[in-house]
T-cell receptor, first 113, second 111 residues
Framework: DTEVTQTPKHLVMGMTNKKSLKCEQHMGHRAMYWYKQKAKKPPELMFVYSYEKLSINESVPSRFSPECPNSSLLNLHLHALQPEDSALYLC????????????FGPGTRLLVL | QQQVKQSPQSLIVQKGGISIINCAYENTAFDYFPWYQQFPGKGPALLIAIRPDVSEKKEGRFTISFNKSAKQFSLHIMDSQPGDSATYFCAASSIGTALIFGKGTTLSVSS
């Protein structure tokens, strides 16, 4: 089973709202990732967690706040987003940071009004 | 040096034809080269991947050809089908580094 699940599938939020995206995997992977993808563009790496510790933050604005409560779960807390943050947010996992093979979830389509 | 250059940007192929997408890289430290397939509104799905110790890998209708000296690798889709219509991303990485994606190729297979 190579499944990564993400909830919700779609999210509409205003610029003053606070919301969270959730990602879950049960493959025993110890690295988890958040990506942002705009239409017709490749995924852009936002954050990497390795063994539940944040190991990479690609200069992402503080209005995005990641959290890794345990080895199976990854959250992305959203606050005071801008319309340009509207995108597909993808979660991925891999056996570890060095394994190379990443498995992506279906994504959350976010629209900021 | 961290870039992966992918071409063409878009591709139209007749049903039953061969689709070929090319990627080139500069960083000789890259040692893992996956291809992802993405349908609209879905996440990228790992299609096939190769490491530099082999020159070709085949899985069903999908083949990766790898040329280490030229620093190029390509995806060949044999007997292309309308269901193969999607965006394809090549990528590259090395130990401890993030995946570097190409810009993507939109494939349309006409019936």
């Amino acid at each position: 089973d190579t499944e990564v699940t993400q909830t919700p599938k779609h999210l509409v939020m205003g610029m003053t709202n606070k919301k969270s995206l959730k990602c879950e995997q049960h493959m025993g992977h110890r690295a988890m990732y958040w990506y942002k993808q705009k239409a017709k563009k490749p995924p852009e790496l936002m954050f990497v967690y390795s063994y539940e510790k944040l190991s990479i933050n690609e200069s992402v604005p503080s209005r995005f706040s990641p959290e890794c409560p345990n080895s199976s779960l990854l959250n992305l807390h959203l606050h005071a987003l801008q319309p340009e943050d509207s995108a597909l947010y993808l979660c991925a996992s891999s056996q570890n940071r060095d394994s190379g093979t990443q498995y992506f979830g279906p994504g959350t389509r976010l629209l900021v009004l | 040096q961290q870039q992966v250059k992918q071409s063409p940007q878009s591709l139209i192929v007749q049903k039953g034809g061969i689709s070929i997408i090319n990627c080139a890289y500069e960083n000789t430290a890259f040692d893992y080269f996956p291809w992802y397939q993405q349908f609209p509104g879905k996440g990228p799905a790992l299609l096939i991947a190769i490491r530099p110790d082999v020159s070709e890998k085949k899985e069903g209708r999908f083949t990766i050809s790898f040329n280490k000296s030229a620093k190029q690798f390509s995806l060949h889709i044999m007997d292309s089908q309308p269901g193969d219509s999607a965006t394809y991303f090549c990528a590259a990485s090395s130990i401890g580094t993030a995946l570097i994606f190409g810009k993507g190729t939109t494939l349309s297979v006409s019936s």
